[in-house]
């Protein structure tokens, strides 16, 4: 036994970082030494995490030191990746890259965007600057495989898109949460650290959690009551509600009412989808449907929270709205322990410009070219990347761009998306590993470790459970020739503003920003300028918009306010306390009301009623519908290369149900071939009654078994893609938003391989 502490642990540092790997956006412990990370585990200080961490947090130290994660860009010669410097990369580009758009047109250059990007301030504020000197429209991004629906339902009900009221957990008595699995996913459009610990409190303090999904999930499984669903059959079940209050004279406004548009529109066009009607729709019996309405509404608080099993389905704009409505009818809608508006510090839209009031959002201003899906938020359905790159004519893609994005596993109908990238003139992706998507491109620009990045949360802190601001500064410091990927985006913004490959970054930074504030700001922009130009990057934007944000100093006007130095200077964040109404101010609309009955969405109506017009189709004996299933130990498509989190039993297994298993002939550990759009994977059987009947559930993001991919671990235990199975034709045609819920498909045992 050691009796004093050994030299080697005496020089270890502490360094406090954010998790970038989810929306949580726990507040971290990294002790290193020399370089290297010894541990990492949740900062107890934290004011909004408060200690919390999940495996995936502490994986970042696999990631740092992850061999396959790329340190140099690679430039592809003869069919081979070879690595290169920057400036051999740079050049590249140049030599391929403008060509196409001065030859072909701006739309000749396509671009998507992935889910990491979200959480990378570097990426997320030049990305509207590369958009810009790229000006094309043929624009794709991981939203329209997530979260379109709630997007565009926020934008149409409150003036703008990311004005999304999340529950106001740590105040509920009732919460229904509705196809989202926060136990496991640590919650999403809803930035809530240990969802676990805060369920726990609400059901000890008397209230009451229930949860609609089809699988009995780990969040179900914690909850006081969870019904199944139909896979998809969601707004059976929210229209059956609906009907419900009104029906039973249950609906109350509350302190919203004087702010509220629309009312008697949505009574009319609810009126026909009694809980009676709706039941066999959805698989949920009348009562039950009624009862969950009663019960919301006698809450004294309550709140219902839908996520991404009620986006990622056709009538995915129609959920988010009528799980909206269900907030705005039992008076929980900007009430405490309801539905509230998080009120951030910074890059809030909500909290710009003149309040109560503003433009509100459109969509439609261009269609695809192809398929004619009207963009929304500027961008076009992931669904339509394909064929815009396939279908030759005018505005054809000929050249992509992929930033932080997958979309060979992460979206339906992959072998498609491959194919089609394979045939491109030019294909460039930032990204940190070559994988599925990227190993078809000619230049693969790396980012560096996140803790090699400062980092600060853009989007998450205007979803936060409570208002909290925090910053976390480098904790290593990358190697001299590897730049910060705000400088490659500026790099590459300015090679397509025809400054050539070698632009000079910070002066094109500086050049950028002022004009941009200038553009914002008007008479203040000359002080915010002076004041900030000791900074450079996402550090100088952080500046200016924590300084004239609600909470800001303004420039020393309000001495009390906050600076970058102010929270820089609190490693556990500075906390803003607990949400608070903000109607009317919060809102954007035209009329400066909330919006309850937006025309689009009640004509939208009108697809439901063909459904309904339908006979109910039984299902075949083969045929079932098939759903994803988020995991503790995985993000998305990527992070099944880090030991910490790939050890253990395989995880990408299909759940099914013992009746579904013993009419297919499966059985538990054996293999089953599943099919659809004329594709076929194979994975092992799980035989477990969380899954309901005719339902299969498979983990999405995997199927690492592609030639040319670069994740050694990742490859060992490939899993089978899901999304091969799904359709890249369906989609929820007013957000755009891919259908990856309730797919059918249909399952064989493969006998003998068990
Ligand atoms: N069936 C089914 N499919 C789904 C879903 C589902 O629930 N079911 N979920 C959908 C959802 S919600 C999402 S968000 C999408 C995600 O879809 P994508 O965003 O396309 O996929 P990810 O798997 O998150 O891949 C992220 C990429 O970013 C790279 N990356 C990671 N960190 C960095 C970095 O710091 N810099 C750069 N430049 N690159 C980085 C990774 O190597 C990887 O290539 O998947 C969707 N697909
Ligand atoms: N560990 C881990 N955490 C993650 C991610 C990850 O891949 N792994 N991904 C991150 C990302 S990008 C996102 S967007 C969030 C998503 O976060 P969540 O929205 O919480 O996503 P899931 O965990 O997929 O939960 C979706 C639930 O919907 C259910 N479901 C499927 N179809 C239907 C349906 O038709 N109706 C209903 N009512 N339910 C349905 C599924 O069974 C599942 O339990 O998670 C984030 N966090
Ligand atoms: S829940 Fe896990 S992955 Fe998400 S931010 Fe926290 S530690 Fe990171
Ligand atoms: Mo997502």
Not at 84 to 111: C, H, S, V, Y
Not at 115 to 144: D, E, Q, V, W, Y
Not at 216 to 228: C, D
Not at 275 to 302: D, F, N, Y
């Amino acid at each position: 036994m050691p009796t004093a502490i050994p030299a080697a642990l005496s020089d270890e540092q502490i360094a406090h970082r954010i998790c970038p790997l989810c929306e949580a956006c726990c507040g971290l412990e990294v002790r290193h030494r020399n370089g290297q990370v010894v541990s990492i585990r949740g900062h107890e200080q934290d004011v909004f995490s408060r200690g919390y961490i999940c495996p995936k947090g502490a994986s970042l130290k696999d990631l740092h030191e992850d061999p396959d994660r790329l340190r140099t860009p690679l430039i592809k010669r003869d069919g081979q990746f070879v690595q290169a410097t920057w400036d051999e990369a740079f050049a590249e580009i140049e030599r391929r890259l403008p060509r196409i758009k001065a030859a072909q047109g701006n739309d000749a250059i396509g671009i998507a965007i992935g889910n990491p990007s979200a959480h990378k301030i570097g990426l997320m504020l030049n990305f509207p600057r590369l958009l810009k000197a790229l000006g094309t429209g043929n624009f794709f991004s991981a939203s329209t495989l997530d979260q379109m629906p709630k997007q565009l339902q926020a934008g149409l009900m409150f003036g703008n898109w990311l004005s999304i009221p999340v529950p106001d957990i740590e105040r509920t008595d009732f919460m229904l949460l509705i196809g989202g699995n926060p136990m496991v996913s640590n919650g999403s459009m809803w930035t809530g650290p240990d969802v676990r610990g805060k369920a726990k409190a609400l059901r000890e303090r008397g209230g009451k959690l229930v949860v609609i999904d089809p699988r009995r999930s780990e969040t179900a499984a914690v909850a006081n009551a969870h019904h199944f669903i139909r896979p998809g059959a969601d707004v059976y079940l929210l229209l059956a509600m609906v009907h419900t209050l009104f029906d039973e004279n249950l609906v109350k406004l509350g302190s919203a009412a004087p702010h509220l548009q629309g009312l008697a529109e949505v009574k009319a066009a609810t009126a026909a989808y009694s809980a009676e009607a709706m039941a066999p729709r959805c698989g949920i019996e009348s009562v039950t449907l009624r009862e969950l309405a009663r019960e919301l509404a006698q809450a004294k608080r309550a709140v219902v929270y839908g996520r991404i099993g009620t986006c990622t389905q056709s009538f995915g704009t129609l959920n988010s709205w009528l799980i909206e409505l269900l907030n705005v009818l039992t008076g929980n809608l900007d009430q405490p322990g309801g539905a509230m508006f998080a009120k951030s510090a910074t890059f809030a839209a909500n909290t710009a410009g003149p309040s109560g009031v503003g433009k509100g959002v459109s969509t439609g201003r261009r269609k695809s070219r192809v398929s004619g899906a009207p963009e929304v938020m500027g961008e076009l359905p992931m669904n339509c990347l394909a064929e815009e790159i396939e279908t030759p004519g005018v505005g054809q893609i000929k050249a992509m761009i992929t930033i932080a994005a997958n979309p060979v596993l992460s979206a339906p109908n992959g072998a498609r998306i491959s194919r089609a990238l394979e045939s491109l003139d030019f294909m460039l992706s930032l990204d940190i590993y070559v994988n599925e998507t990227t190993r078809h491109a000619d230049v693969i620009l790396p980012g560096l470790s996140p803790l090699e990045e400062m980092h600060f949360d853009v989007p998450f802190p205007q979803f936060g459970y409570r208002n909290a601001v925090r910053v976390s500064q480098p904790v290593f410091i990358p190697d001299a020739d590897h730049p910060h990927e705000w400088k490659t985006m500026l790099r590459l913004v300015g090679l397509l503003q025809g400054k050539g490959a070698n632009v000079d970054v910070l002066a094109s930074d500086a050049e950028l920003f002022e004009g941009e504030v200038r553009k914002t700001l008007g008479e203040d922009a000359e002080q915010a300028i002076a004041a900030t130009r000791h900074l450079r990057g996402p550090a100088r934007f952080v500046e200016l918009s924590l300084r004239t944000g609600p909470y800001g100093d303004k420039f020393g006007r309000d001495a009390e306010g906050l600076t970058l130095t102010k929270v820089s200077d609190t490693p556990g964040g500075i906390d803003l306390g607990a949400l608070k109404p903000r109607l009317p101010e919060v809102l954007r609309t035209p009329s400066g009301k909330v919006e309850l009955a937006p025309p689009q969405l009640l004509q939208d109506l009108k697809r439901v009623d063909i459904e309904l017009a339908k006979p109910q189709v039984a299902d075949g004996p083969t045929s079932m519908q098939i759903i994803g299933r988020r995991q503790v130990r995985s993000g998305n498509s990527w992070m099944h290369n880090l030991p910490v989190l790939a050890k253990g039993p395989f995880r990408c297994t299909a759940l099914v149900h013992p009746e579904d298993a013993q009419r297919l002939g499966l059985t538990d550990g054996g293999l089953a071939q599943f099919s659809a759009q004329g594709q076929i994977i194979q994975a092992q059987i799980q035989i477990s009654d969380e899954v309901m009947s005719g339902v299969v559930s498979l983990p999405h993001g995997w199927g690492h078994d592609l030639p040319g991919a670069r994740q050694q671990l990742a490859a060992q235990r490939p899993g089978a893609n899901l999304n091969a199975l799904l359709s890249d034709r369906v989609w929820d045609p007013l957000s755009g938003n891919a259908v990856l819920s309730g797919g059918a498909i249909t399952v064989t045992a493969l006998n003998g391989s068990n």
